[in-house]
Nanobody, 121 residues
Framework: QVQLVESGGGLVQPGGSLRLSCAAS????????MAWFRQAPGKERDLVAF???????NYADSVKGRFTISRNNALNTVNLQMNSLKPEDTAVYYC???????????????WGQGTQVTVSS
């Protein structure tokens, strides 16, 4: 069984910063891409950023220059440092990881339970 657990959400004023963390645990052989998505009320879940196993990051245009994604392959964790936060960044943030549970298994996407980020004065 594989589990992803996010932490670090909360309430922050515009211009502030938050750091989200996500830890994968369980029967893990390898993790390919790790990513952060977000979903605002009444909207679809959108990709925020992803990072490859080799550490190459990619960002949505709306967060480029403000957010930084990083990962620790030894600890099976992925982080999202969010700076210069705006009210439009308010959403539930979800961690996603494509995980192989054994050498012969296919990659399977796993999701965390989500953590609320609210940017408001």
């Amino acid at each position: 069984q594989v589990q992803l657990v996010e932490s670090g959400g909360g309430l922050v004023q515009p211009g502030g910063s938050l750091r989200l963390s996500c830890a994968a645990s369980g029967s893990i052989f390898s993790i390919n891409v790790m990513a952060w998505f977000r979903q605002a009320p009444g909207k679809e879940r959108d990709l925020v950023a992803f990072i490859t196993m080799g550490g190459s990051p990619n960002y949505a245009d709306s967060v480029k220059g403000r957010f930084t994604i990083s990962r620790n392959n030894a600890l099976n964790t992925v982080n999202l440092q969010m700076n210069s936060l705006k009210p439009e960044d308010t959403a539930v943030y979800y961690c996603k990881a494509n995980i192989r549970t054994s050498r012969s298994d296919n990659l399977v996407p796993y999701w965390g339970q989500g953590t609320q980020v609210t940017v408001s004065s």
